[in-house]
């Protein structure tokens, strides 16, 4: 394993995974191929653009005869597949873009990985596609009732990777990370929205009584655990990521004003997300057998994001000036705010 293929890698989670890998392992070279959509940022890039051992293609997962082309190109032996439209307000919104890219796309990369013999394909997948859990802590083995378009494409797109390892023997591995937050993180989920919003004196949105459940985890870890899972998980195996750290989304956001020193009349309750999943929590049993834990606490990570997007405002405030300011307006001027908090 040398040359890596990392889909998705201009967004959050797989732009911090290029730089990690660039860095751990010096004889790695890394292949960024991504469609570049809202998410896709070059920005997320800008310091490793330079590196003799990084390439960057624009392309589309969903594209073979690009996919084959760049596999060829560059001797690819691995891929690490991040792209997706990864957003669930986003998924009610307009479905459609989430079975093209998270199911199709999942499949033509899968093709390239069996047409080419790759030693490695892993599909990061979400802790979503177990659906609400209420009690508990969701294992590997347990069922899938993904209930929102975007969990739903998720599971079809790692349904299919476990059935290449089964009917071909592609050598498949799957993850089902939980919440993630960091730098470069779009501003249009929950933790960097907030924090943005409260820089800048404006509300934040809390859905519904604010006492949904996610497990939180840094984005550093997130990404050691797919590294651990890519060197050492058995093929055909998946593997749950979880921070261990299940706050309630108002309790988070407590924290978040905190930071900042902003006050708690910031929060306003708004319309709450068709069909949200109350709670998340994955059993971590197993990637911790191969030797991962989560080495940053919730506190810190907290603590170093808040700093993070205070101190780099030239990263977010062109984001949330473009597209994202007629997003906002969209999804947010129809949410009606049903109390403000004291
Ligand atoms: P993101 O939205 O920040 O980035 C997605 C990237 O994929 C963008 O760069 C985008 O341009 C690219 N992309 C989208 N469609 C594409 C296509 N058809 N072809 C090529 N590139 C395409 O997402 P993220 O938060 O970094 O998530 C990365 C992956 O991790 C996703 O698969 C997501 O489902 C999964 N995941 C995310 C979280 C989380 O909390 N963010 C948690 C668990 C799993
Ligand atoms: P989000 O960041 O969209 O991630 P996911 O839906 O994949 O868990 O949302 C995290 C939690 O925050 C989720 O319970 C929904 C809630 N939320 C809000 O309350 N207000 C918001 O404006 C957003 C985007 C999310």
């Not at 390239?112 to 596609?129: H, Y």
Request: glycine fraction near 10%.
């Amino acid at each position: 394993m040398q040359n890596i293929m990392v889909t998705g890698g201009a967004g959050f989670i797989g732009s911090n995974f290029a730089r990690m890998m660039l860095e751990k392992y010096p004889d790695y070279r890394i292949l960024v191929y991504d469609k570049m959509t809202y998410a896709g940022n070059p920005d997320n890039l800008l310091d490793i653009q330079d590196n003799p051992r990084f390439s960057f293609v624009k392309g589309d997962i969903a594209d073979q005869a690009r996919v084959d082309e760049t596999v060829k190109a560059y001797g690819i032996d691995t891929i690490v597949n991040f792209a997706a439209e990864s957003h669930v307000d986003r998924s009610i919104d307009e479905p459609g873009g989430f079975i093209q890219t998270d199911v199709y796309g999942v499949y033509v990369l899968l093709e390239a990985a069996r047409k080419f013999g790759l030693e490695r394909m892993l599909q990061v997948s979400t802790d979503e596609v177990y659906g609400a859990v209420l009690e508990g802590s969701s294992k590997e083995t347990d069922l899938l009732e993904p209930r929102s378009p975007y969990s739903a494409s998720k599971a079809g797109g790692e349904l299919l990777a476990q059935a290449y390892y089964v009917t071909y023997g592609t050598p498949t591995l799957v993850t089902r990370g939980s919440n993630t937050y960091g730098p470069y993180q779009y501003p249009e989920k929950m933790l960097p929205l907030f924090i943005t919003n409260a820089i800048e004196d404006k509300p934040v949105p809390m859905y519904g009584d604010g006492k949904y459940v996610r497990d939180w985890m840094h984005v550093l870890d997130h990404c050691s655990g797919i590294d651990l899972v890519l060197q050492k998980g058995e093929p055909g195996q998946i593997y749950n990521v979880g921070g261990g750290n299940e706050r309630e989304n108002i309790d988070v956001t407590y924290q978040v004003l905190e930071l900042l020193g902003k006050p708690r009349t910031l929060i306003n309750y708004v319309q709450d997300r068709p069909g949200h999943d109350r709670r998340y929590s994955v059993d971590t049993a197993r990637i911790r057998a191969l030797g991962w834990l989560p080495q940053k606490s919730f506190e810190d990570g907290l603590a170093e994001t808040v700093q993070w997007y205070t101190g780099n405002r030239w990263w977010w405030e062109k984001i949330k000036s473009g597209e994202f300011a007629d997003y906002y307006a969209r999804m947010y001027e129809q949410r009606k705010v049903l109390a403000k908090h004291e």
